[in-house]
């Protein structure tokens, strides 16, 4: 009836930086009581990829090396840390290219179970001029989406 829980997609974003605690907390939460193993992603644009490995001094990388700088990304060693703490198995995956497909591709190449997403709340207005992340994940992912909402103060 219920298919087991064994990896979860967690996606982290350029806006996410003071949400690391809470994505953490909702991840252990539920990775670690299934035993699952946590994918950590981050889908960067062209542009955000080369800005990020040249303030990391790897500007000879090409955009199919980009674990090599999740790898040394400050969210994704806070994920790490938090997660060696709890004793969750997890691995990092990066794509290159459009946020939304990125993360939809992803979740299909790991067999991802659940997507952890985040976000914060917009007006209507704001959501049909910039589009949402997020709102395209919960609608195309090939998975249950579970979102971690942004705290009020931000």
Excluded: W
Excluded at 27 to 43: F, L, S, Y
Excluded at 109 to 116: E, P
């Amino acid at each position: 009836m219920f298919e087991p829980l064994e990896t979860m997609l967690l996606t982290v974003g350029p806006n996410d930086k003071n949400r690391l605690d809470e994505l953490s907390e909702t991840v252990v939460q539920v990775a670690k009581p299934a035993d699952a193993t946590v994918v950590i992603t981050h889908v960067f644009t062209p542009d955000q990829f080369q800005e990020i490995a040249e303030d990391l001094g790897m500007t000879d990388l090409a955009e199919t090396e980009v674990d090599k700088v999740l790898e040394r990304h400050e969210s994704v060693r806070h994920f790490e840390e938090v997660f060696d703490e709890h004793g969750v198995d997890y691995e990092v995956k990066g794509v290159v290219g459009d946020i939304s497909d990125g993360i939809i591709d992803i979740a299909e190449r790991t067999q991802s179970d659940r997507v952890i997403v985040s976000g914060r709340t917009r007006s209507a207005v704001g959501k049909a001029v910039f589009g949402s992340t997020a709102q395209d994940v919960l609608l195309n992912a090939p998975c249950p989406v579970t979102y971690v909402k942004a705290a009020e103060t931000e």
